[in-house]
């Protein structure tokens, strides 16, 4: 059994509120659950499946919005996952801290895991921009279909189609603020370090999210000794689109670094 509650402040903006999955009995550790949307659209109520799956593992999980565009580009999502890690260390919450995120949300758990050291699981993350725009300078930026902007749409069927460059590229340079001089900052891999936590990292093969990021995230993580568990799966399916497969590594991960 697991306590849901929803819309908890936890910071100075209207919208720093969080949804916390609590399980009735022994807590094993706190998942941070970071949802997608491409900086632009999402909800914390979308990760509601991840909350509930984790929570019943005996994992506290605490799901936080945190402020998207247009009005808020880098690094105004991460500067608000530094408030949520003041707010755990407040609430006494902060021991034993894992980050799971999903597509955008991948991009900021990996952040966290290189800021904090925590372990981090990405589904998707957005980890490459840099070198991804400077190849793809051709590729004019379009944005997807209207109905793609639902903000609680499942994300489990958001981007299941394949590659779709011109939308990649228009949320991309929309987190830049369309500022190219950011993009080396805002791609996580030139900030590892050897105290970065370790990274289970996912992506299908020829899906929305391009693998060249995880493989050099992950390349750049083994150089450094900072263990790092790869999954590439046949398909197209996008984050939340294949999560019933990784589930079982993802409980796997969680054991390997969160002890009690």
Not at 42 to 49: A, I, L, P, Q, Y
Not at 50 to 71: C, D, H, Q, S, W
């Amino acid at each position: 059994m697991i306590d849901v509650k929803s819309d908890i402040k936890y910071g100075d903006k209207a919208e720093l509120t969080l949804d916390m999955y609590k399980p009735t009995g022994d807590i094993i550790g706190t998942v941070i659950d970071i949802h997608g949307g491409g900086w632009f659209r999402g909800d914390k109520k979308t990760e509601s499946d991840i909350g509930e799956f984790l929570g019943e593992k005996g994992y506290l999980v605490v799901a936080p919005n945190y402020r998207i565009g247009p009005e808020n580009t880098y690094p105004a999502p991460l500067n608000d996952m530094d408030q949520l890690v003041e707010w755990l260390q407040e609430q006494k919450l902060a021991d034993n801290i894992a980050v799971l995120g999903s597509s955008a949300g991948g991009n900021m758990s990996v952040e966290m895991g290189i800021k904090y050291g925590f372990p981090a699981i990405s589904l998707s993350g957005i980890l490459d921009f840099d070198e991804w725009l400077q190849m793809h300078q051709h590729v004019v930026a379009a944005q997807n279909q209207t109905k793609d902007l639902d903000v609680l749409q499942k994300t489990a069927g958001i981007n299941q189609d394949g590659a779709n460059d011109p939308f990649y590229k228009w949320f991309s340079l929309n987190y830049l603020n369309g500022d190219l001089t950011l993009a080396s900052a805002a791609t996580p891999y030139h900030k590892i370090t050897e105290t970065t936590g370790p990274m289970f990292l996912a992506n299908s093969l020829n899906e929305f999210v391009p693998n060249s990021g995880v493989l050099k995230f992950a390349e750049r993580l083994t150089q450094l000794n900072v263990p790092v568990t790869t999954r590439f799966m046949t398909g197209s399916e996008h984050a939340k689109g294949y999560l019933e497969s990784v589930k079982p590594d993802i409980l796997n991960f969680l054991a390997e670094n969160i002890k009690k």
